[in-house]
């Protein structure tokens, strides 16, 4: 790296009406630094995971001072095309034939957050939320905060208000609404609620399956953005009910609980082994399955999941965690109807990881902006490696406001169409 000096001669106007002077620079160099400086920063910070400190004195040794103030600004400052592009990737994606999901711990101003990843094979979204709820995932997957949702009474919410186990006392009063395509805000929602079912407040978790419902109800009917439409996650219970088709869950997330079963002796040992050896043979006819599937595989395999974890052997906690398993058939077996999805949600395991470096690196961030700058430049990077694209030379262009390159959102849009 070279330090390059360069003088401009630039123009000045002065307005006699405002009473200022006004600076005519190259866009590139606004701000002291040039993009490529800018650039180098950046990636660094987000791909590299190098601390702001640790930039500034890397700078040093090239004669280049940058104080504190001046390397926050070359991070934060002026990247609203950055948070946008972060938006239109997510909804590039959700076109997809699935979509996994995956969170991790994050923290803002030594808070406990939540980032959520969206993900597939053509993109990874970054978004940090307060919690691990229901709501927060339908905000995700939708790009917004969960203040932000929309909450729809019609027939889906009518229907999720049932699947949820809303008291019907509570579901009538809804039905006195005027029409049956009813939508509130938080603040809307907060007062029928109050007006027409005060005591409904009192109970928070009934409350809480209430927004739910219908936050699904609005969800599955919006036609604002692409609805997911087979969510690959782990068991975690705030993916459930969200996927148009269906959730499908992982494989190997499910199997490490066998894992974390220690037989004592000899007898436990053997049955567990040979459960085991069974499991992922299974395992293995599934993913043969994916590569050439009939509708009478599909039925042969049906039949040997019931008969492999209705098993009992002599160890109660195999048999308990069999149980288990078996209880969740129906998303275990999504690939049966749609071949084309994954058995396992490693791809949004691995894409949480980044976010764990960073926080490894960065404990946590100081502002919401920093927060959202962190997720979008996360989404970027990320999705400009699966598809091939030099992040760096991706971010010099949008820094340089050239737009030579195209956009991944259309790179992504491209390849689903062609998919």
């Known amino acids: 790296m070279v330090r390059e000096n360069t003088e401009y001669e630039v123009l000045v106007f002065y307005s006699p009406s405002t009473k200022k002077s006004y600076t005519i620079t190259p866009e590139e160099y606004k701000g002291y630094y040039g993009v490529d400086l800018k650039c180098l920063s950046i990636c660094l910070y987000h791909i590299c995971n190098v601390s702001r400190d640790k930039l500034r004195e890397f700078f040093s040794t090239f004669r280049i001072d940058i104080p504190a103030g001046s390397m926050n600004n070359i991070l934060n400052k002026d990247k609203g095309i950055f948070l946008k592009e972060s938006q239109d990737i997510l909804y590039a994606g959700l076109k997809y034939l699935y979509t996994h999901i995956d969170s991790t711990g994050s923290r803002e101003r030594g808070i406990n957050q939540f980032t959520q990843v969206v993900c597939s094979e053509l993109f990874s979204f970054f978004t940090t939320l307060k919690s691990k709820s229901r709501l927060n995932v339908l905000a995700a997957l939708q790009g917004i905060k969960v203040e932000d949702l929309k909450y729809r009474y019609n027939e889906e919410g009518i229907?999720?208000?049932?699947?949820?186990?809303?008291?019907?006392?509570?579901?009538?009063?809804?039905?006195?609404?005027?029409?049956?395509?009813?939508?509130?805000?938080?603040?809307?929602l907060e007062e029928f609620v109050k007006k027409n079912m005060h005591t409904l407040i009192k109970h928070k978790n009934m409350f809480n399956w209430v927004k739910d419902a219908l936050a699904i109800g609005y969800y599955h009917t919006q036609n604002i953005l692409p609805i997911v439409k087979n969510l690959i996650s782990d068991h975690a219970p705030e993916y459930d009910k969200i996927a148009k088709d269906g959730q499908g869950l992982c494989w190997v997330h499910d199997g490490r609980h066998y894992k974390k079963i220690e037989p004592t002796t000899p007898i436990l040992r053997t049955d567990y082994e040979t459960f085991l050896e069974k499991y992922w043979d299974y395992y293995r006819k599934l993913l043969n399955y994916k590569n050439r599937p009939s509708q009478e595989l599909a039925i042969k395999l049906d039949k040997?999941?019931?008969?492999?974890?209705?098993?009992k052997t002599c160890y109660k906690l195999l048999n308990q965690r069999i149980e288990k398993t078996y209880a969740e058939k129906e998303k275990l077996l999504l690939v049966l109807k749609h071949p084309q999805i994954p058995l396992h949600n490693n791809i949004a395991e691995l894409g949480a990881r980044a976010k764990v470096r960073k926080k490894d690196v960065s404990f946590h961030t100081m502002s919401e902006l920093g927060t959202n700058l962190q997720d979008a430049f996360l989404t970027i990077i990320q999705t400009a490696n699966k598809l091939h694209i030099s992040a760096y030379k991706y971010i010099s262009d949008r820094l340089k406001n050239s737009f030579e390159l195209t956009?991944?959102?259309?790179?992504?849009?491209?390849?689903?169409?062609?998919s």
């Open 159 to 188: 229907k999720m208000m049932g699947i949820l186990k809303v008291p019907k006392k509570y579901i009538d009063i809804f039905s006195k609404l005027p029409s049956k395509q009813t939508t509130f805000d938080i603040k809307g």
């Open 407 to 418: 956009s991944l959102a259309d790179l992504i849009l491209a390849k689903v169409n062609s």
């Open 304 to 311: 040997e999941f019931d008969e492999l974890f209705t098993t």
